[in-house]
Each structure stands twice: as structure tokens, then as C-alpha cells.
């Protein structure tokens, strides 16, 4: 607890009379014990601290893990039924695909049965080859008429 300046002043002191270091021994000895209290109050402090927070962790945990382990056995059975209905961006992008494909086949189809009705129209006189093939022109799939 004693520095070398202290012990040396005492040294000197004790060699020059004893009534010259009482005071100062009494300010040592009461800085000693200001500085042994401080260190054992804080001490305390930090150890009621750290009890009371291990108590307040256990209380914790032992009342919120019977929630989590309810909430969790919910979630699991959530995300899994998600995973078995939810599709993924790469079906949905194979599924438009087949679609567009047949939606072009349906026009086409659609077309040819115009096309040929019109050319039936025309063998019968019923429109003219002008008002044929301005038909047969039309979108989505323009074409003429020989």
C-alpha cells in the first residue's frame, strides 16, 4: 500500500521525531482505507449486479422457452406447408412459356380456318379477291391470297 516516497518520508521522519509523522501516518492510513472501501463497495456492487442479472436470465429463459418452443413447432409447420404450396419464379417462368407456345398455336389455327373461310368465300363469289386479301392481310399473321 506504501509507495517508496512514502516509506522513505516515514524513514526520515521516524529519524527526526515521531510527533512530525503522526499526521501524515493518519493521512495514509485513512487514504488506505478510502481506497479498500471504494475497491469493496464496487466489488459488491458489481457482483449484486452481475447476480442480479443472472437471476432475471434465468427467470427469463425459463418463462419465454415454453413460448418459443410453441411459437417454433408453429412456424415449422408453416414454413413447411409453404414449401410444399408456394411455386417457384422458374415454374411460373416454364408455365407462362407452354402457355404463350399455345396461345400462338390457338392463333395460328384460328388464321388458317380464316384464311381458308375467306378463300372459300372467294371461290363462291361471295366477296371479291380485293376484299379477300385485305382480310387475309390483317394481324396477327398477314399473308396473301394467289
Keep these: 500500500m506504501l509507495n517508496e516516497?512514502?516509506?522513505?518520508?516515514i524513514?526520515?521522519?521516524i529519524q527526526g521525531g515521531i510527533e512530525s509523522i503522526v499526521p501524515r501516518?493518519?493521512?495514509?492510513?485513512?487514504e488506505a482505507q478510502k481506497k479498500w472501501i471504494v475497491e469493496y463497495v464496487d466489488f459488491k456492487i458489481d457482483e449484486l449486479?452481475?447476480?442480479v442479472a443472472e437471476g432475471?436470465?434465468?427467470?427469463?429463459t425459463k418463462v419465454e422457452l415454453h413460448g418459443v418452443t410453441a411459437q417454433l413447432g408453429?412456424?415449422?409447420s408453416r414454413v413447411a406447408h409453404l414449401e410444399t404450396t408456394v411455386v417457384t419464379k422458374?415454374?411460373?417462368?416454364?408455365?407462362?412459356?407452354i402457355l404463350r407456345s399455345k396461345e400462338q398455336e390457338v392463333h395460328k389455327q384460328l388464321k388458317m380456318s380464316t384464311?381458308?373461310?375467306?378463300?372459300?368465300?372467294?371461290?363462291?363469289?361471295?366477296?371479291?379477291?380485293k376484299r379477300a386479301n385485305t382480310l387475309v392481310s390483317m394481324e396477327p399473321f398477314p399473308q396473301k391470297l394467289s
Design 25 to 30: 501516518m493518519l493521512e495514509i492510513a485513512f
Design 5 to 9: 516516497v512514502d516509506k522513505k518520508w
Design 11 to 13: 524513514i526520515g521522519a
Design 74 to 76: 408453429s412456424l415449422e
Design 49 to 51: 449486479a452481475r447476480m
Design 56 to 60: 432475471f436470465e434465468q427467470c427469463a
Design 90 to 97: 422458374n415454374y411460373l417462368d416454364e408455365r407462362l412459356g
Design 115 to 129: 384464311v381458308l373461310l375467306i378463300q372459300d368465300l372467294k371461290r363462291k363469289k361471295i366477296i371479291g379477291p
